[in-house]
């Protein structure tokens, strides 16, 4: 079965930087875009990074110029770098991806299991 793995949350004061990481493993046939989302305490989730197969990013306007998206196809894995943080960042942080998986012939879409970013003083 296929699955997300997220790594790279945690505690950082503002003006900070943190990098998740996200791998997709399974069997997989080919991947094509891949993003992250993220959801805040009372919010809705909402759309942070994508970047597609090839290679045109979109970046929220809320964390462009400070957020930056990219993968490594070899390693089915997406990466997201945060720098200079916010309070605002705060969120639960979930890698997504378009996953077409060995066997019958669809594209389905995955969701990590969420990674905690908090920044605060």
């Known amino acids: 079965q296929v699955q997300l793995v997220e790594s790279g949350g945690g505690l950082v004061q503002p003006g900070g930087s943190l990098r998740l990481s996200c791998a997709a493993s399974g069997s997989i046939l080919r991947i094509s875009a891949m993003g992250w989302y993220r959801q805040a305490p009372g919010k809705q989730r909402e759309l942070v990074a994508t970047i597609p197969s090839g290679g045109s990013t979109n970046i929220a306007d809320s964390v462009k110029g400070r957020f930056t998206i990219s993968r490594d196809n070899a390693k089915n894995t997406v990466y997201l770098q945060m720098n200079s943080l916010k309070p605002e960042d705060t969120a639960v942080y979930y890698c997504?991806?378009?996953?077409?998986?060995?066997?019958?012939?669809?594209?389905?879409?995955?969701w990590g299991q969420g990674t905690q970013v908090t920044v605060s003083s």
């Open positions: 997504n991806a378009h996953i077409t998986a060995m066997g019958p012939s669809f594209l389905v879409e995955y």
